[in-house]
Nanobody, 117 residues
Framework: QVQLVESGGGLVQPGGSLRLSCAAS??????????MGWYRQAPGKERDLVAR???????TYADSVKGRFTISRDNAKKTVYLQMNSLKPEDTAVYYC?????????WGQGTQVTVSS
């Protein structure tokens, strides 16, 4: 079973930047074959996809973060990153890391991102 641990959240002013990390533990072969994603959930709202990166490196972004957020993965370190620039108050949410490979669907515990002046 793959375990995911997020880090890097915090309080940032509008226009600022944060980089989230998702460290995976488990089989490197499974992890590197996984499609990895970042989701977020604001209070009272559903959990929505922010960005996804396939095992081959292709990426998908929510329209609301295109041009501001960048997802990447370091397979040797079994880590996925989310670089967030030009942050807005509406980006405030708990951010979750997800990894999927077939029936293997793993989630981290989440990290809080708050954008406020």
């Amino acid at each position: 079973q793959v375990q995911l641990v997020e880090s890097g959240g915090g309080l940032v002013q509008p226009g600022g930047s944060l980089r989230l990390s998702c460290a995976a533990s488990g089989s490197i072969f499974v992890i590197n074959a996984m499609a990895m994603g970042w989701y977020r959930q604001a209070p009272g709202k559903e959990r929505d996809l922010v960005a996804r990166i396939a095992s081959g490196g292709s990426t998908t972004y929510a329209d609301s973060v295109k041009g501001r957020f960048t997802i990447s993965r370091d397979n040797a370190k079994k880590t996925v990153y989310l670089q967030m620039n030009s942050l807005k108050p509406e980006d405030t949410a708990v951010y979750y890391c997800n990894g999927v490979l077939g029936s293997n669907d793993s989630w981290g515990q989440g990290t809080q991102v708050t954008v406020s002046s």
